[in-house]
T-cell receptor, first 111, second 110 residues
């Protein structure tokens, strides 16, 4: 088990709503990356934060945004939810560009 | 563009029947190649990082190898508890993200 935790475990929202997902970093890890995983697919990179600054972004629209806090925990915010946003959202933490360790994920369902 | 292709998509083995999973990749300068195991509905669990061609790493019944174009995850005498989806990912030297393949879903029957 890693020291990475995510909340909530499951979430159900309706189209157009907004959602905030949270991630607590493993001790000593200063970098957090967020991924979206659709059923039967590999995780897709959303963005990464290093020392509270965005450090890279995948092919996701601006309605996906994030924050990293001084204690290295992080939030992923998604505005104007669409049905296709239904997925498992994963955060992974690391020391810089070293190996990333994943949390258990948040299952988001958009109705 | 960096790409990762895993094969086969699904693999069914009898307990004790050894086999290999393949991960083919193209990347503009490899920082690392990663193998993860993922159980249904859970986050990926780290297995191995490989950095250069010729490198090999082992853990229990698993052994990962790396060439300039592909990586193999060899499973020796698998047990039912090895059933999971195995994910391969690459990280480029210039870039912060990991690019994942779609995974190989392994089922080991007793």
């Amino acid at each position: 088990e890693t020291g990475v935790t995510q909340s909530p475990t499951h979430l159900i929202k309706t189209r157009g709503q907004q959602v905030t997902l949270r991630c607590s970093s493993q001790s000593g890890h200063n970098t957090v990356s967020w991924y979206q995983q659709a059923l039967g697919q590999g995780p897709q990179f959303i963005f990464q934060y290093y020392r509270e600054e965005e450090n890279g972004r995948g092919n996701f629209p601006p309605r996906f945004s994030g924050l990293q806090f001084p204690n290295y925990s992080s939030e992923l915010n998604v505005n104007a939810l669409e049905l296709d946003d239904s997925a498992l959202y994963l955060c992974a933490t690391s020391k810089g560009s070293d190996t990333q360790y994943f949390g258990p994920g948040t299952r988001l369902t958009v109705l | 563009e960096d790409q990762v292709t895993q094969s086969p998509e699904a693999l069914r083995l009898q307990e004790g029947e050894s086999s290999s999973l393949n991960c083919s990749y193209t990347v503009s300068g490899l920082r690392g190649l990663f193998w993860y195991r993922q159980d249904p509905g859970k986050g990926p669990e780290f297995l191995f990082t490989l950095y250069s061609a010729g490198e090999e790493k082992e853990k229990e019944r698993l052994k990962a190898t790396l060439t300039k174009k592909e990586s193999f995850l060899h499973i020796t005498a698998p047990k039912p508890e090895d059933s999971a989806t195995y994910l391969c990912a690459v990280q480029a030297t210039l870039g912060s993200d990991m690019r994942f393949g779609a995974g190989t879903r392994l089922t080991v029957k007793p």
